[in-house]
C-alpha cells in the first residue's frame, strides 16, 4: 500500500512540476494583455506553498501589468496571491495587509464573489456568499 501512495505522489509532483514549466514557457511568448496577467496568475498561485519567494516574483510582475491595463480582475487577483505568498512565508501582518487592501478594493470596485471570498476567508471573517 506504501508502495502505491509513493507511486501516486511521485506522478503528481511531476506532472505539476510539467504543468509549471509548460506555463513558464507560455509566459515567453505571452502578449502584453490581460491574457498575460492571467497566466501570471496562474504561474504565482502554482508557487504558493513551495517557493512563497516566487510567488511574489510572478504576482508582482502581474499585479503591475494589471494596473497598468486597468484591468480590475487581474489586480484582485494578484493581491490574494501576494496574500497567500506572505502567509505562506510566515509573514502574518504583511498577508492581512493584502487581505484589508483587497476587501477595501473589493468595496471600491464592485467586488466578485470570488475576490470578496477571498477576502473574507484570508481575514478569518465569517462571511456568507449569495451563489445565483
Known amino acids: 500500500m506504501k508502495a502505491y501512495l509513493f507511486l501516486f505522489f511521485s506522478i503528481f ?3 505539476q512540476a510539467h504543468a509549471q514549466d509548460d506555463l513558464l514557457i507560455q509566459l515567453t511568448i505571452a502578449k502584453e494583455d490581460t491574457n498575460k496577467v492571467l497566466l501570471l496568475d496562474k504561474i504565482s498561485d502554482s508557487w504558493t506553498l513551495k517557493n512563497p ?3 511574489f516574483k510572478y504576482a508582482r510582475l502581474g499585479l503591475e501589468l494589471a494596473k497598468n ?3 480590475t480582475k487581474g489586480i484582485g487577483l494578484h493581491k490574494i496571491n501576494l496574500g497567500h505568498a506572505a502567509w505562506e512565508a510566515g ?3 504583511t498577508a492581512l495587509k493584502f487581505a484589508y487592501d ?3 478594493y473589493n468595496n471600491m470596485y464592485g467586488y466578485s464573489e470570488y475576490l470578496f471570498f477571498n477576502s473574507y476567508r484570508d481575514l478569518g471573517l465569517p462571511g456568507s456568499i449569495k451563489m445565483d
Open 53 to 55: 519567494d516566487s510567488t
Open 102 to 104: 483587497l476587501l477595501e
Open 69 to 71: 491595463l486597468k484591468f
Open 13 to 15: 509532483f511531476c506532472l
Open 91 to 93: 509573514d502574518y501582518p
